[in-house]
């Protein structure tokens, strides 16, 4: 199946940087991307829709202020958390759609802000 | 509003019983797919099997099967003979058609004993 990687897999960072979180498709063009963030012992949550060449959409609760989101080619979306604090500690892991038959998961990214 | 529910939060058995768990969903699509991903302790999403909302044959792969039931909205998921590598949380997800924005149910994390 297509492959989906992500970058870094895990980071730390001191409160107040910022983290950009790579993710690629290796082998398709992907139209959408998603990111979802993880808490601990929690489901996924949606964060927001990553379109190639137009802005992404964020879902309700969302700051794009905070989580910006570039999808500049077909197949490399990143996140950038900015001015992180510990509560935006988390596992942020990202999809890519092909056509829009099958959407593959990276493995993800732990963010640990200290 | 689409929904996901996994009432069960955990379940252990004991290597080589069987267990099936339980993924009821909301949606007003008359079009949709489901999916069942599992997630091991690494944190990277497994794909299991996604079924459209036009396919209720029931399907099995190897000591997994399924049962989606458009009736009760109801898309269980059955392990047999379960193994201690069966350990892990199975997320149950809904998605509409036309793009993969996806829900996804809370759960189950599946303790397998040796």
């Known amino acids: 199946g297509a492959v989906v990687s992500q970058h870094p897999s895990w980071v730390i960072c001191k409160s107040g940087t910022s983290v950009k979180i790579e993710c690629r498709s290796l082998?398709?063009?992907?139209?959408?991307m998603f990111w979802y963030r993880q808490f601990p012992k929690q489901s996924l949550m949606l964060m927001a829709t990553s379109n190639e060449g137009s802005k992404a959409t964020y879902e309700q609760g969302v700051e794009k202020d905070k989580f910006l989101i570039n999808h500049a080619s077909l197949t490399l979306s990143t996140l950038t958390v900015t001015s992180a604090h510990p509560e935006d500690s988390s596992f942020y892991i990202c999809?890519?759609?092909?056509?829009?038959?099958?959407?593959?998961f990276g493995p993800g990214t732990r963010l640990l802000v200290l | 509003a689409q929904k996901v529910t996994q009432a069960q939060t955990e379940i252990s058995v004991v290597e080589k019983e069987d267990v099936t768990l339980d993924c009821v969903y909301e949606?007003?699509?008359?079009?949709?797919?489901l999916f069942w991903y599992k997630q091991p302790p690494s944190g990277e999403l497994v794909f299991l099997i996604r079924?459209?909302?036009?396919?209720?044959q029931n399907e099995i792969s190897g000591r997994y099967s399924w049962n989606f039931q458009k009736s009760t909205s109801s898309f269980n998921f059955t392990i047999t003979a379960s193994q201690v590598v069966d350990s892990a949380v199975y997320f149950c997800a809904l998605s509409e058609a036309g793009g993969f924005k996806t829900i996804f149910g809370a759960g189950t994390r599946l303790f397998v004993k040796a």
């Open positions: 082998d398709f063009q992907a139209t959408t």
């Open positions: 949606t007003r699509d008359t079009t949709y797919y």
């Open positions: 999809s890519a759609e092909e056509g829009q038959e099958t959407q593959y």
């Open positions: 079924r459209n909302s036009f396919d209720e």
